[in-house]
């Protein structure tokens, strides 16, 4: 096939690139343009990761001829194929463009002196980025030479009303996001099939979440989510030639069907080349080589954009990139105290048993270090909601952790931890003992119950070389190749190790086996098992197999956060965010998938709008994730090491005057 001489530099390099359909051909855009778009004509963009992967964007006028659609269509589908199929595809149409397409130009799209105007209900943030792209474009496409005014809603001037003709009513303001359906994200999931020799669409699930399994690589998909004005084409890896280049026009035909806007957004994605925002429909996506035991594990994808930052300790406070991913803030060798929760009240745990949880328990772990000669306190406060402790216990440990957080002038960064789901930071605190999770019981004084005469134990070290032992149901099916494994019967110890286990969790599994009692233990390699072995955990049942398991770090999402409908409103910031998406008068979730913060100036509103309420909604089905409440101004590395060029002084002065400043 012949390619146009254009294809020749696409994806060279990470990076925006930008053409328009000009008499049926493609032509640059020159770089200094980028984001300015002709409402006449049609655009393809190409976005290409570091990874690589690739986002390849169709951007239709309002005022673009139907040939130039055409062609603009042709050429996109060209250059998928130039870039052997990979790409994720977007179809984009003025005014209706999606997030992703829109996080490429920071200072927004334009469609020439300058007026911002402001409503009368709009926020702060709202008119900080007003401004900022009123800025832009008066730096940039009028060379400075504009004159810039700001026009408050019922004070128009002459020219705002020669220009855009006379003043309609105007609304009153509403929530950003109105709809329940929106917000809980619901889609329906449809096949695409040419197997009776025409081109058939037939329903597989009418409402989300939906399994992965129903997705065939023989097939391909459309995900309809018209609700939200999204369509996804998911095409399968072997499906037929036609069915995948049928995608999109399948994908068309089915929002005139629909009745749906025509500035309905279409993503038409490879296998494995899915976007977060079509994964979050699915209940525990697995990518390739997944896998799940206490805390998760992941193989290094192709369309990975956050680069995997190995962990030495000896760079904790230099290196925020690593702090960020890895969640340390130091070495784990600062002053720790840990608190039972009994009665309503916190009790003191013997240091001698720091390091050992109790399922029938919740704990409070307050952690103290220093850092650029200031002391930092980390609040852990562990709970086992769902299994053995009472709602009493659980109500009790929140207002314990505020109690506690006040008596310290609300300096400390709280972090609510689920048992099974505990950070790398939390495990390092033991003084090179591993963390010691046992599946219920209590660590009260006369109040211990019966434990059963199987036990097994599940031992793993995390990439920061913390270690946690964590009990399981005596099941085969909890076995893993990765991983060591005690398993404690009547008669005997075995200590089982798998291909993959590592000498540190060897020496872990040594030290659960000394207050397991029961004498010695039987070190058993797998593949070698007796039959007492198997005999204990009920019978040989299939396990995770898969070795060589890494873990990949999953691109990071800001969200801006609002519960003024009387439910938790999640916006996300599009692209790549930085400091200055950060929105000091609303609370702001940044989700790192194996854990979720919470910034915000209101300590209240962080509380009530804390991530749990955006985890126990997301489709994905992740439950127990740690959520960490920060306040604004006291940000631990493990926060701002997401966002390059952190600047600690940025909001000693008011962002908006700042900037009002440049007019």
């Known amino acids: 096939m012949v390619f146009h001489k254009e294809f020749q530099i696409a994806g060279k390099g990470p990076g925006l690139q930008v053409w328009r359909v000009e008499k049926m051909d493609l032509k640059p855009v020159p770089k200094q343009l980028y984001g300015n778009f002709f409402t006449g004509d049609c655009y393809v963009l190409l976005y290409t990761t570091a990874a690589p992967s690739y986002y390849i964007h169709m951007w239709l006028g309002n005022e673009s001829s139907q040939d130039e659609m055409g062609a603009a269509a042709i050429f996109s589908s060209q250059l998928d194929d130039f870039l052997g199929g990979g790409p994720v595809q977007f179809r984009e149409v003025q005014n209706n463009e999606s997030i992703t397409f829109l996080g490429y130009f920071k200072s927004g799209i334009k469609y020439k002196d300058i007026f911002q105007w402001c409503g009368s209900e709009c926020n702060r943030f709202e008119r900080l980025k007003a401004s900022e792209v009123a800025i832009d474009v008066r730096d940039n496409e009028r060379n400075g030479r504009a004159k810039l005014q700001i026009v408050e809603e019922g004070g128009e001037p002459e020219a ?12 009153a303001g509403s929530p950003d996001d109105e709809t329940v359906e929106r917000a809980n994200k619901k889609g329906a999931l449809y096949m695409i099939s040419d197997a009776a020799g025409s081109m058939k669409v037939s329903v597989v699930a009418q409402t989300s979440p939906f399994k992965q399994e129903m997705l065939s690589p023989s097939e391909c998909y459309i995900l309809d989510n018209g609700s939200d004005c999204k369509i996804f084409v998911w095409k399968g890896p072997s499906a037929s030639t036609d069915e995948r280049k049928a995608a999109m026009n399948a994908a068309e035909q089915f929002i005139k069907e629909k009745n749906y806007p025509k500035h309905t957004q279409i993503q038409v994605l490879p296998c494995g080349g899915e976007t977060t925002l079509f994964k979050q429909f699915f209940c525990n996506w697995k990518d390739k080589d997944q896998t799940t035991g206490p805390g998760q594990a992941y193989s290094v994808g ?32 600062g002053k720790v105290q840990v608190w039972r929760v009994e009665d309503g009240a916190q009790v003191p745990v013997d240091p001698s048993s720091y390091g050992q949880f109790y399922g029938g328990d919740c704990y409070l772990v307050l952690y103290s270090y220093r850092l650029g000669g200031r002391e930092q306190h980390i609040i852990y406060t562990w709970l086992v909601q769902g299994r053995k402790c009472t709602q009493d216990e659980l109500a009790a440990s929140a207002f314990l952790t505020v109690k506690l957080d006040d008596s310290m002038g609300g300096s400390p960064v709280q972090v609510r931890v689920t048992q099974g789901q505990e950070p790398a930071h939390l495990m390092s605190l033991f003084k090179g003992k591993p963390m010691v999770i046992h599946l219920g019981g209590t660590s009260r004084k ?54 993959g286990a590592t000498e540190a ?6 030290y659960v086996t000394s207050f397991l009692g029961g004498g010695k233990a039987t070190v058993v390699s797998e593949g070698k098992e007796p039959a007492g072995f198997w005999s204990a955990l009920g019978g ?14 999953k691109p990071p999402r800001l969200f801006g956060c609002s519960n003024k409908t009387g439910r938790l409103i999640a916006e996300e910031v599009p692209g790549d965010f930085t400091q200055s998406d950060l929105a000091t008068d609303d609370v702001m979730l940044l989700d790192t998938w194996d854990q979720c913060q919470s910034i915000g100036l209101n300590v209240e509103l962080s509380s009530c709008l804390s991530a749990k309420d955006y985890l126990d909604s997301d489709p994905s089905g992740r439950r127990g994730i740690a959520i960490t409440t920060i306040k604004q101004g006291m940000e631990p590395a493990t926060f701002t090491g997401w966002f390059q060029a952190w600047d600690p002084k940025m909001w000693e002065t008011d962002p908006l005057e700042r900037i009002r400043a440049r007019f």
């Open 505 to 510: 969790e060897m020496a872990a599994a040594q």
């Open 160 to 171: 705002i009303i020669n220009a855009l003709g006379p003043k309609p009513n105007i609304p």
């Open 540 to 553: 040989k049942k299939e396990y995770q197999t898969s070795s060589g398991l890494q873990k990949m770090v």
């Open 446 to 499: 006369g109040g211990q119950s019966k434990v059963g005469s199987t036990r097994l134990f599940h031992i793993r070290q995390s990439s920061t070389k913390a270690t946690r032992a964590v009990e399981v149901e005596p099941s085969a099916t909890f076995l893993n190749t990765n991983d060591v494994f005690v398993l404690k019967s009547p008669d005997t110890v075995f200590l089982w190790r798998g291909v």
């Open 302 to 333: 192709r369309i990975a954009r956050v680069e995997q930052v190995p962990f030495d300790s000896s760079s904790l406070h230099t290196n925020k990139t690593m702090v960020a991913q890895h969640g340390m803030v130091d070495d784990g060798s």
